[in-house]
């Protein structure tokens, strides 16, 4: 009678990323690994500082000057 050997949780995790890596290539791996990323810091914290500046007048401002600008590149877009 043969034994079956059980693969550790390292041994597991390498077959599957390199299963992943051979299956969906590098880049595809790197974008699956990344949706698993909780990245760091408080990004509530972050963005409302960042945001603090901002009105919805400021908002529709910029919106405005951009549209303006990309009409004046190619005004038959905006006929």
Same mark, same amino acid.
């Given at each position: 009678m043969s034994t #079956?050997? /059980?693969k550790t949780e390292n041994e597991i995790q390498e077959l599957g990323i390199e299963t992943l =890596?051979? %299956?969906? %290539? @590098? @880049?595809g791996l790197i974008r699956f690994l $990344? $949706?698993?990323?909780k990245g760091h810091g408080n990004y509530v914290t972050d =963005? $409302?500082?960042? $945001?603090?500046? /901002? !009105? @919805? &007048? !400021?908002? @529709? &401002?910029? #919106? &405005?000057?951009?549209?303006h600008r990309v009409a004046e590149k190619d005004p038959e877009t905006y006929e």
């Open positions: #079956m050997r /059980y =890596r051979q %299956g969906i %290539g @590098v @880049v $990344q $949706q698993f990323d =963005r $409302q500082q960042w $945001q603090k500046d /901002y !009105t @919805v &007048e !400021t908002l @529709v &401002e910029a #919106m &405005e000057q951009k549209h």
